[in-house]
C-alpha cells in the first residue's frame, strides 16, 4: 500500500478519474490569473475571483470570493434579474461603457430597460 500513484507512473495505468461535477461559471464573473477551482463548483452571475485563489466552494452571486460582496444586496436582487445573454450586440454596445455603481444602478436601469429587455 501506498499514496504514490504506481499505477499511473510505473505501470502506465490511468485510474478512472474523480470528479464530482462540471464547472459553472455565470454572467459578468472576474477570474484573476492563475486560479483553481474545483470541479463541481459554481461561481455565481457577477462574482470576481481574485488571482492565484482557489475556489473550493460555490460562489455567491456579486462576491468578491472571500472579501466581501461586490454590491449591497439591494443592488445584487436588481441585476440578478437581469440575463445578460439576451441582450443583443447593438444594445450590448450602448450599455458597455457605462459604469453601474450603488448609487447610479436604480437610474441606469430605470433609463435603459428598453434596450436591456430588448431580445432582438
Not at 464573473?29 to 463541481?40: A, E, Q
Not at 452571475?45 to 485563489?53: F, H, Q, T, V, Y
Not at 454590491?71 to 436588481?78: A, I, N, Q, T
Amino acid at each position: 500500500m501506498s499514496t504514490f500513484p504506481f499505477t499511473r507512473h510505473i505501470f502506465g495505468i490511468t485510474a478512472k478519474e474523480d470528479t464530482k461535477g462540471r464547472i459553472i461559471v455565470g454572467d459578468d464573473v472576474w477570474i484573476g490569473d492563475g486560479v483553481t477551482v474545483l470541479s463541481g463548483i459554481t461561481i455565481n452571475k457577477g462574482a470576481i475571483i481574485g488571482a492565484k485563489s482557489i475556489v473550493t466552494k460555490d460562489v455567491p452571486p456579486y462576491a468578491i470570493w472571500i472579501l466581501k460582496y461586490r454590491f449591497d444586496k439591494r443592488v445584487c436582487e436588481k441585476l440578478s434579474k437581469l440575463d445578460l445573454n439576451t441582450i443583443n450586440l447593438e444594445a450590448f454596445k450602448l450599455l458597455c461603457d457605462i459604469e453601474i455603481t450603488e448609487n447610479n444602478v436604480d437610474d441606469i436601469l430605470k433609463k435603459n430597460i428598453n434596450i436591456i429587455m430588448s431580445k432582438t
